[in-house]
Nanobody, 127 residues
Framework: QVRLVESGGGLVQAGGSLRLSCAAS????????MGWFRQVPGKEREFVAV????????NYADSAKGRFTISRDNTKNTVYLQMNSLKPEDTAVYYC????????????????????WGQGSQVTVSS
């Protein structure tokens, strides 16, 4: 019904930048809030940034504030994550997610709220 595909990951030096994209296809009208989560081996998938349907409200993990920016273009059914000043600890697989319910005016930050998930994109930051 809904497919999310991430792109833009790769290997960068510390202090560099990457821009992740997540394109949605299928029943895109069923997607409300969207977000980015990341995961490293042996750890839980953690919240990075979320954005509501209209893009009027965003929330960031403390580790991302001031460095990452989430945005969306609903005409293209795409959500982005601009990552600047990258650190080695940002190394992870980054997943985009979509919520099929209009839960509130703000986007939820918990993993369980999201129904659609991409397959992930590896981001590696070298020191």
């Amino acid at each position: 019904q809904v497919r999310l595909v991430e792109s833009g990951g790769g290997l960068v030096q510390a202090g560099g930048s990457l821009r992740l994209s997540c394109a949605a296809s299928g029943r895109t009208f069923s997607i409300y809030a969207m977000g980015w989560f990341r995961q490293v081996p042996g750890k839980e998938r953690e919240f990075v940034a979320v954005i509501n349907l209209t893009g009027s409200s965003t929330n960031y993990a403390d580790s991302a504030k001031g460095r990452f920016t989430i945005s969306r273009d609903n005409t293209k059914n795409t959500v982005y994550l601009q990552m600047n000043s990258l650190k080695p600890e940002d190394t992870a697989v980054y997943y985009c997610a979509g919520d099929r319910f209009f839960r509130d005016a703000v986007a939820p930050t918990q993993r369980g709220a999201y129904d659609y998930w991409g397959q992930g994109s590896q981001v590696t930051v070298s020191s």
